[in-house]
């Protein structure tokens, strides 16, 4: 049987069932799902189908990068369910023929956000790097699971030794350590909540929290939300996690941990975790690890870096410096899926005791980790993780790795703080901007609010404050209306709405920046 | 400049630097990583590396389901690691060209597992589903985030949709409910203790465990082994669950799991959560829902059904009664990454009670979750999970169904229970097979002892047992260094190794299951 493929309207085959491969309308052939691999001779329409399909991302991809291309097309969700366009949302007893599949793939890119458009700044992770690409398109063709060498042999190892990489980049004695992938920020921050836990007080794993003192855990009130998320999930309790004062740039005030240290043990209770923030998520801000890691050396706490956002600023021989005393940590978040423009998901956790993490979280389940295979089985990695199966998250970033190089990394680090500072100088004086803190920013964050014409001769008092409060929330719906660009917003503390600009997108040039200014005014100028 | 793509070995050009695109040695062009976009003219020869990479894949795709292609190429780690055949895993500081990084994603695809082909059935996500790789590879290309409405408007909906639809096969009314998709079964797993305690203990959120009394959980001596690190990881420590009996087959034994309530009430502790199992790893069992449901009602406690592994039998009309109860559930986990084909990562935590995932999880981040936006923000699901950013794994499953129906998930799952069946029945009665229970498998895990035939005429005892534990090792190494077909083997309680099959390979065919068992007895028989 030799099936045609047919690009057609979409409204030609209403009356297509699973079992036709012929149009009963319009008589043409359509490839149906039943034909493709594994299907008996499906390898023809499996390759037209995967081309057709490539064709339709491969386009998509043109025009993210084409700055005349919008950022996104944006409806509202009532929209969206009630049918943009033909464009059904839900799901049903019978099957689509392919060509609908490809139709569907369509819709859903169009009315999708491009996160990798040289205008999209909404994220700390954001591009669409191409090399990354192909690694994620590799993975999910493999379509395998990291729990032993047994079924990723090559991604196993591969995992290995960029966790062993990173490790000498953190400074940790010939890479010393341990780690593991894992599914984002906020579950690396939960492994190194555990892990301490466990270090500090083994039994815990299985008497459960009654075995342990009342513990308590120190993290910025700048710091990441996950934070908090852990200190729910783990037994801690959010009450046991002690917020740290900043200082105006949003870095922990160092003696601010020394005296609350100090009234908890008064109190009896037991501190535990430190967390200091590399990159906080709003400010950027850099907490000084090495002053932190004294105290936590002084009065025998977990030190815990996250680095899911300022990580990356290692790779940099002229930023780096920023994390000075990160060889001190006990544990280190590093998103590689956002400064270094990997794609999503792309995080690991790592650790400078070796064992610890087998330690706290083996079962020894004897159907996954049989003792007594062909191989060394000290390459099953799979019991050192809260998981079961794992997503291969490391391919795209190792072949991101081999493409770059060390020195590329380092390049794509040094061009998004250098468009930041272009950012940040050309707004700080100028008319309309206000920053939200002094300085040059530390990371590629530059908050600031904008200040429309009618408000400018305004005193600062509440209602500047109120009426400012809706500048940035109404520039960004109008922002995301005209899909010209995306930037987010948010109060911080006594702060009302401002702006934070992040930059991790390779795309992204002085013109992006200049373009973003511009609109900003444009849209804002009359509010 | 126009640049060529060449094709030649790849020792041509061992001294090609970052900004050469001209190979010094043989004087070809290359493409380098710098010419891919977003770099200005980088749209052709982007297009170029891709469609080779496409090449690649397809080429991959095409022989992992010729069955005259090996399942894997085995290697020992240290083998890889020393580089194979130039295969080199070090990372480096200067860039590879874009030609050695298609060599690499060859090497790569060339010493890994393939998990679609359809003799591999190694574990229970297995094949390849062409309409999911499509799926996946779109997911990537729009590498987004789950966390808002703002920035996966699409993808958002189509998880609220596809998690109401499967609300609807458990059978909750009008598939009310709640629901997320999580990086895999021990996360979902992990939601529903997190759910439960806070359903009962809501204090536990701010103030810690110490704020509950002494509590405990129940799950089957069979049931998955993430059940226990749950329980380590949520304070509530491994000695508070409780393992439970089971019958011959697997299930737990209902007069069990009420005696050992009894007991821990009369011990002071608090019963809260009961995890039961619809379809277990080794055995495939299916406990008893309706009856655990009956006690978890009597005495409060929250019933949790794992059926990462059996939840997709619900799209069967003929085999779902395993389930029946399931709609008693408070919370399922339900993986379509294992019994319906979807490719890794697609796991579901579905709850029954609407408010509680938000209530146990959100931290109300300001900078993330800003209710002023323009669009109706209980459509940003972020503050639900314990995870920030959040990979989207809804769209390839969601498209799967698209392509396939309901009907076609019903299909696939018939087979391979057939299959299953066809597999039991095959050896049964056969010489040197014996199966480690009686009776047909009531999921596609069939799991037997092959008997070589030294080990035929020994009776039963300590010898024999000590000798049959090692053959299943044996015959699976010899199986992996061939590269012919892959079956797990485990042992379980006081069971020594035997072999586990299972079969969720929409490529199995009958001729396969042949192919395996007079596989293993070529490898065996004269062991």
Known sequence: RTTVWRRGPRTCCPAITSTETQCPIKHCFLFIFADLLPAKNGEEPTMQFLLEFVEILTNYIRKTFDRSTKVLDFHHPHQLLEGMEGFNLELSDQPESLEQILVDCRDTLKYGVRTGHPRFFNQLSTGLDIVGLAGEWLTSTANTNMFTYEIAPVFVLMEQLTLKKMREIIGWPVGEGDGIFSPGGAISNMYSVMIARYKFFPEVKTKGMAAAPRLVLFTSEHSHYSIKKTSAALGFGTENL??????????????????????????GYVPMFVNATAGTTVYGAFDPINEIADICEKYNMWLHVDGAWGGGLLMSRKHRHKLNGVERANSVTWNPHKMMGVPLQCSAILVRERGLLQGCNSMCAGYLFQPDKQYDVTYDTGDKAIQCGRHVDIFKFWLMWKAKGTVGFEQHIDKCLDLSAYLYNKIKNREGFEMVFNGEPQHTNVCFWYIPLSLRGLSDGEERRERLHKVAPKIKAMMMESGTTMVGYQPQGDKVNFFRMVISNPAATRSDIDFLVEEIERLGHDL
């Open 242 to 267: 002690i917020l740290l004062n900043t200082d105006e740039r949003g870095r922990v005030i160092p003696a601010d941990l020394e005296a609350k240290v100090i009234e908890a043990k008064q109190k």
